[in-house]
């Protein structure tokens, strides 16, 4: 074995999952993932640890896995993360955990996402659950949002013994892990629900259909109905568009819009109803993650796709596994080109759209070379669908109906990263719904900060 080499990850191949929703990586076996855990260091002082935003006790679990413990490496795991076949499979681990490992100084750092990934399947098949604390302390917490950041918070209150529960406004749990993140990167029924699941035995009761400032405010909650505490992990769902002309032609689509009608909806699937435009040529605006979520979606209902995005390869905010996969599959990348327009028939569907020809500058704030048009560069791409993947800000209804709540000028809750306090007493705040639009894993961690506010604000009340 060469240990600066990885183990290879098993994935299905690009043709044939074009044309499915199943997951495209297959994950370790037992013997690959002890293999691969066998290249840790083990380093005293580990960096990755310093890497992962929830703090997993990564050289722990990974020495757990090389000597076969399988379910002590799942315990260590979850002293951490109430979500790791998730975190596993989602998180951008070489930029975190990955990125700051040792053994990748010469060679390939270890595969730290991928065993997380396989210690949590692990755990699922073999009927591993946590433990339930054994007695409550009779106080009640509110959790507004079930995605990353409400799960994860609920998750280590419940762990306190607060007698924690979740309104969700959507009618299945989950937030943007349902909504967002497409079948064949996170799959609901076999990942997803089950990592749920694991968070209601810890004691944590989930209201689902439940609008915040619509069914029921927040003083409501605290005054009438008896919670201590409330946690505001509300997402951030609000889709931003270009504001340039035709955009609000037929044909045109967010990509909140777009993914949520396929995977929380199953708009995907012959045997639901549920409506979604399929387009023969889309562009997908944007860069990120969530843009090649779009894309590879839309690819997978049969369209011809092409990204658009105004900066270079280099600058794409996208997972570098993300871009490959997409690439392999046949998405088309026309980089350095930023529409302008969006041209309709005469009963407003889209039939085109005039695009620009950038290219790269001086730096901006966010550190990239800024994109500056190429005067006179205009040319038309024949598309019949557009999906508009320009990030997300938060929905004001909580923030509009709660007195005393104050918001940033994007309409983002103030809240401090430590501890999740909001400028209402009682009340904490975190994940996209401070933050805008980020990763899983940063909603995890604020999530855990907002448990940690929320229990030293109790202790100090008591």
Not at 218 to 224: N, P, V
Request: glycine share 10%.
């Amino acid at each position: 074995m060469d240990v600066l080499k990885r183990v290879p990850i098993r994935e299905q191949e690009p043709k044939v999952r074009a044309t499915n929703f199943e997951e495209v990586c297959l994950g370790y076996t037992q013997e690959e993932a002890q293999e691969e855990a066998a290249r840790c260091l083990n380093c005293r002082n580990a960096q990755c640890v310093k890497g992962c935003p929830v703090s997993i006790n990564i050289p722990k679990f990974i020495s757990e896995v090389k000597e076969g413990k399988f379910s002590e490496a799942s315990a260590t795991i979850a002293e951490s993360s109430a979500l790791p076949a998730v975190c596993g499979r989602v998180c951008p681990q070489e930029s975190q955990c990955e990125g700051k490992c040792i053994r990748g100084i010469k060679g390939e750092p270890v595969s730290i996402g991928k065993l997380e990934r396989f210690v949590a399947d692990w755990s699922r098949e073999n009927g591993v659950v946590p433990a339930k604390p054994e007695k409550t302390n009779g106080i009640r917490i509110a959790v507004i949002g079930s995605g990353p950041s409400g799960l994860t918070c609920a998750g280590d209150l419940a762990k306190m013994g607060y007698e924690v529960t979740i309104f969700e406004a959507l009618h299945e749990a989950g937030g943007v892990l349902t909504y967002g993140i497409p079948e064949f990167r996170l799959p609901k029924t076999r990942v997803v629900r089950p990592e749920i699941e694991n968070v209601k035995k810890l004691g944590v009761k989930i209201e689902t259909d439940v609008i915040i400032g619509k069914s029921v405010t927040i003083d409501e909650l605290m005054e009438e109905e008896g919670f201590k505490a409330v946690f505001i992990g509300s997402g951030a769902g609000l889709p931003k568009f270009m504001g340039i002309p035709g955009e609000n032609a037929n044909g045109v689509f967010s990509a909140n819009e777009y993914l949520t009608r396929s995977n929380l909806m199953k708009a995907f699937r012959d045997d639901y109803d549920t409506p979604i435009f399929l387009g023969k040529k889309v562009a997908v605006v944007g860069g990120g993650n969530v843009a090649m979520d779009a894309a590879r979606t839309a690819l997978r209902l049969g369209a011809e796709v092409h990204i658009v995005y105004r900066r270079s390869e280099a600058e794409l905010p996208a997972r570098v596994e993300e871009v490959h996969h997409a690439k392999e599959e046949g998405v088309q990348f026309d980089l350095l080109t930023n529409p302008v327009e969006i041209l309709t028939d005469e009963n407003d569907w889209v039939t085109g759209m005039v695009v620009r020809r950038m290219e790269l500058g001086e730096p901006d704030a966010s550190g990239r070379r800024r994109p500056v048009e190429v005067e006179g560069s205009d040319y038309t791409i024949d598309v019949d669908t557009v999906i508009m993947s320009l990030g997300t800000s938060p929905n004001p209804l909580i923030s509009s109906t709660t007195e005393g709540l104050e918001t940033n000028k994007w309409k983002c809750i103030i809240a401090d990263e430590n501890n999740g306090k909001t400028t209402k007493e009682g009340v904490y705040a975190g994940g996209d719904a401070v933050t805008g639009a980020a990763t899983v894993i940063l909603a995890m961690e604020a999530g855990k900060a907002g448990a940690r506010g929320i229990h030293e604000y109790l202790k100090g009340e008591k």
